[in-house]
């Protein structure tokens, strides 16, 4: 039975029935002491712990985390050990579980395990309530799992007999034929066609409309408490739901919601309400994959059952989220190992119970590959990896694939047609806006030609009504969503794109292979179709990035193939000839982690001149791929023009239409901007029109501190220019919302707290603009938050700070944060910190040294609640750690932007200093709204940069105080606040 702390785990060191199975061993551990509950029950020390993982095979959690901390790269001997979290995946698939032995515990309902002792004892209690949870699972599972266990135990699976046991308890038929253990498409449903939803009804909401649905999202929520806040921010946001009556010009809020004020269900109830009235349908987009699986959580106070949410709310995500079943297929073909097989049937158990088959951020337990030994192929070749398993390549094809009826990602995009409310991400609502824009073009164009008026369907925008949580970063998604960049890497995708895999055998087929027999009896066509194929191999090939950038003697590349793969040696060299200068001005030490950078203008004439050669070659690609689009858009259109051609079947046209998505994003978009940027550098002066819109600058890509690649960028110099033109303007409604929108004292006017938000989200490239509402959070910061700026420690000294994190993870005793601006410095302050914060019984996990990727570092992190964590920036927007799990968040220095090139642009032109300060104001409050998440909370802000100015910390919530002390003094007060008693 589930416990409710440590003092009540039952302790199982008898033997229990299962032990005849699995061994009578559990093991906890910390970098100071383990523990070994079971027979023969002791402490041990690591070096002896080391031992035994080479000698007796032991129960534990995260064998793979365990190993790097034992053992780092060193080589070491290894026994066949019994991973719960593999038990967990295969037991309980599709379902959440962080890869520790705290997360398996509490996921199998248990307290977090606070001691070693505790947490090997826990593991046999897991261990017996997932065999208890098999027993009891339905028919239907255990036949599935039935053919699961008799496959991995062929393979040597350690947890086989155990579950065979288990099974060999239950009532099987013994005549059933049992399902695939692998091939898993037949228990797969297929997805069903919806009809056009047509345009939705110009309908208004009253008071009492967004009232109801207000209250009765909050009784289905089971929360009694009514917030004014909560109230007033569901009345604002109902003003983008008005009908439109200017063109270009949505209903558009900026509104910020302080935390706790309940935003999620105050904007959800009003989309609700409207969706329904008007028959219409709502996104909501998010900037991190976390709070899209939160708002998803949050949508189940709409609806009365499951079965009504499900059928209203999908989240949709870019298809390179998605598991691909034929790359799944075509690794199993491959798969010969025992540790493949293995994986292989636990990653195919989640496939059969996914809730839609997103691998990347969904249901599926991304720490599972990890879990794979390091010398197995899977493991060394990276096969059985996510993102090995989606299509990031755009070689889908669609009807042609075996597996198209039940494919995740056709599932997704046709739900979300008749979908009440869609949960997307920034990055695909910029994606499907411009899909909008050109599906509308299009029909407008057909319609014209055949004399008809365009269909209802094409009338309105599918984003009508959009929602941007977390809106802040509304920015950033466009500037990348906007953006032009060819590098090595992006220019050998195009090439395996348009021709296939040339080298190791794995699947990619080129386009003659997806789409040849499309294009029967069109000589035209297929004529373009060699000349592209042709044309494409001037493209870097396999081994592109030592050529490129292994450097001679002369400062050029090894012997580069192409007219692309010499510009890119000839960028190079540039970066190398000026980025010395850059980095001399910069007060930012250099990070190993961060590659060189220079301005692309004026260029060297070396580059200028294999930009004129890269961008021929490009146009001699460029021109077959735009016939080739031609000719497939005059199939299409075939029928409708009454050509007397053949009639195209319906699987043919689905082909034809998915291809060329991809092939117009290539033909139309990427190579022009590729070609429009190459000619930009024979310009000896920039044109004055082109030089305000865009930035162009050359960069290398590091990995591991070694240069992998090279690349030439273009970005808006602002972004929200394209950004308005595309997504705001076509808009009938629209809301930004955040808890850190406005930018200045609380005190000020909102006409002047809201005007970098203004900039930052378009609303002033409208007519109209945009209004805007501030509504405070109703936490008492005063008593719930402290903040301190420490002034005796010294921010370039990598130990003082190493030391002073340390005393204040101590003194928060855990749920600690420690943020960086620096990788090297992060790493730098793990390994001094890591060992005297275990003798002390706390856990340190950090970004960029545990092989666990940010979001099963977040999820471990808060399951353990006297544990800490050290990350960068991608950890500061991705953590949401209510409770006291987090309670001290302290950050190494101001995180000023970082001046390269795109910032040098922009901070010219949005205002110098008063943007950097801008910038670093909302990261700070950003990073301190992660801090108090409910009203019980207490936190703690630390500034460990004594020369932070006050002004940075005007954004925070009115009430909290800037406090300037010692570390000695901020610990005394940091204990007094956190445990008064």
Request: one cysteine or more; a negative charge.
């Amino acid at each position: 039975m589930p416990v409710s702390d440590d003092v009540t785990l039952k302790t199982t060191d008898a033997p229990v029935w299962w032990h005849e199975f699995a061994p009578a061993q559990a093991l906890g551990y910390s970098p100071v002491r383990a523990c070994i509950a079971g027979a023969d029950a002791r402490d041990i020390s690591p070096n002896e712990l080391r031992e035994l993982w080479g000698r007796e095979p032991l129960i534990v959690a995260n064998a793979a985390l365990m190993r790097t901390r034992l053992f780092g790269n060193r080589s070491h001997r290894e026994a066949r050990h019994f991973d719960v979290l593999e038990l967990f995946a295969f037991v309980r698939p599709a379902q959440f579980c962080a890869p520790s032995v705290a997360g398996v515990a509490l996921a199998c309902g248990y307290a977090e395990p606070q001691t070693p002792e505790a947490q090997a004892r826990v593991l046999f209690d897991v261990v017996s309530s997932l065999c208890d949870s098999l027993k009891a699972a339905p028919l239907g599972f255990r036949l599935v799992a039935q053919s699961g266990v008799k496959l991995m135990e062929k393979q040597g699976w350690p947890w086989a007999r155990l579950l065979q046991a288990v099974l060999d308890q239950t009532q099987i038929p013994a005549d059933y034929i049992p399902p695939p253990a692998l091939d898993v498409w037949s228990l797969l449903e297929e997805w069903e066609d919806q009809p056009p939803e047509g345009q939705a009804r110009s309908v208004a909401l009253s008071d009492e409309e967004v009232s109801a649905a207000l209250d009765a999202g909050l009784a289905r929520a089971g929360l009694d408490e009514r917030r004014p806040e909560q109230r007033e921010f569901a009345m604002k946001a109902r003003d983008i739901f008005a009908p439109k009556f200017v063109k270009d010009q949505p209903n558009m809020l900026l509104a910020e919601a302080g935390t706790g004020v309940g935003k999620t269900l105050g904007y959800l109830a009003p989309a609700i309400a409207w969706a329904q009235k008007a028959q219409g349908q709502v996104w909501v987009s998010t900037y991190t994959k976390a709070l899209q699986k939160q708002i998803y959580n949050d949508t189940r106070a709409l609806f009365d059952t499951p079965e009504m949410r499900a059928e209203q709310v999908v989240v949709r995500k870019g298809r390179e989220n998605y598991l691909c079943l034929l790359n799944f297929q075509e690794r199993l073909n491959n798969a010969h190992s025992q540790p493949e097989i293995i994986m292989a049937v636990l990653m195919a158990r989640w496939v059969v119970y996914s809730r839609d088959g997103d691998i990347m951020s969904g249901d599926f337990p991304t720490w599972l590959p990890s879990l794979l030994p390091p010398g197995s192929p899977a493991h060394v070749f990276q096969t059985l990896t996510t993102s090995a398993l989606v299509d990031r390549r755009g070689e889908c094809t669609y009807a042609a694939c075996p597996h198209y009826r039940v494919c995740f990602i056709e599932k997704s995009v046709r739900k979300a047609k008749s979908a009440t409310l869609v949960i997307a991400n920034h990055a695909l609502v910029m994606a499907q806006a411009a899909y909008d824009l050109r599906d509308v073009a299009r029909a407008e164009m057909e319609a014209e030609l055949n004399g008809q008026d365009m269909a209802e369907e094409h009338a309105m925008p599918a984003l009508s009504r959009l929602i941007f949580d977390e809106g802040h970063h509304v920015f950033e998604a466009a500037d990348s969503a906007f953006a032009t960049r060819l590098s090595g890497l992006e220019a050998f995708e195009l090439r395996r794109w348009i021709r296939g895999n040339e080298g190791r055998s794995r699947r990619g087929r080129g386009l003659e292979a997806r789409l040849g027999d499309l294009l029967s009896g069109d000589d035209t066509a297929k004529a373009a179709m060699q000349d592209l194929i042709r044309a494409a191999a001037v493209l870097p090939s396999e081994g592109f990035s030592q050529r490129i950038t292994v450097r001679t003697q002369d400062g050029g590349g090894i012997d580069p193939a192409g007219p692309i793969e010499a510009l890119l040696v000839a960028v190079y060299g540039q970066i190398d000839i000026r980025q010395g200068e850059a980095r001399l001005r910069s007060r930012f030490s250099p990070d190993n982690e961060q590659g060189g950078e220079c301005e692309a203008h004026p260029c060297l004439d070396t580059v200028a001149e294999a930009a004129k050669t890269a961008a021929r070659a490009l146009a001699a690609i460029e021109a077959p791929l735009l016939a080739l689009v031609r000719a497939l858009e005059d199939r299409l259109g075939s029928n409708n023009l009454g050509s007397g051609k053949e009639e195209i079947e319906p699987a043919d046209r689905i082909r034809i239409e998915g291809a060329l998505r991809g092939l117009e994003r290539r033909a139309r978009m990427l190579l022009p901007a590729w070609r429009s940027l190459l000619q930009q550098l024979n310009i000896d002066d920039e044109p004055v029109a082109e030089a305000a819109r865009t930035v162009d600058w050359f960069s290398t890509e590091v990995i591991r501190g070694r240069v992998v690649d090279v690349c030439l960028n273009r970005h808006y110099v602002d972004p929200s220019l394209p950004l308005a033109e595309y997504v705001l303007k076509p808009a009938h409604g629209v809301l930004v919302a955040s808890a850190t929108l406005s930018d200045g004292p609380k005190e000020s006017s909102d006409a002047d707290v809201f005007a970098l938000a203004r900039q930052r989200t378009g609303a002033n490239h409208l007519v109209m603009g945009a209004k805007a509402a501030r509504i405070a959070s109703p936490f008492d910061y005063a008593s719930q938050a402290r903040l301190f700026v420490i002034t005796d420690v010294s921010r370039d000294d990598a130990r003082s700070i190493a030391a002073a994190m340390q005393a204040l993870f101590v003194a928060a005793k855990g749920g600690a944060l420690g943020l960086f601006t620096a990788i090297r410095r992060l790493r730098a302050v793990y390994d001094q910190i890591s060992k005297p914060l275990a003798e002390q019984g706390l856990s340190l996990y950090a970004q960029h040294v545990d092989p666990l990727d940010v979001s099963d570092l977040i999820s471990v992190f808060r399951a353990e609640h006297h544990s800490c964590l050290l990350g960068t920036d991608a950890i500061r927007d991705g953590v949401d750690v209510p409770g006291q799990a987090l309670r001290l968040i302290a950050f190494d220095r101001i995180p000023w932007p970082r001046p390269d090139t795109l910032h040098r642009a922009r901070r010219l032109h949005f205002g110098a200093k008063l943007y950097d300060d801008a910038l670093t104001r909302a990261k700070l409050a950003q990073a301190f709204g992660r801090l108090i998440r409910r009203k019980d909370d207490k936190g703690v802000f630390v500034m460990l940069d004594s020369a932070a100015p006050t002004r940075l910390f005007s954004g925070l919530p009115e009430g909290v105080l800037v406090q300037r002390c010692t570390l000695a003094e901020a610990i005394t007060a940091i204990q007094i606040f956190l445990y008064p008693d």
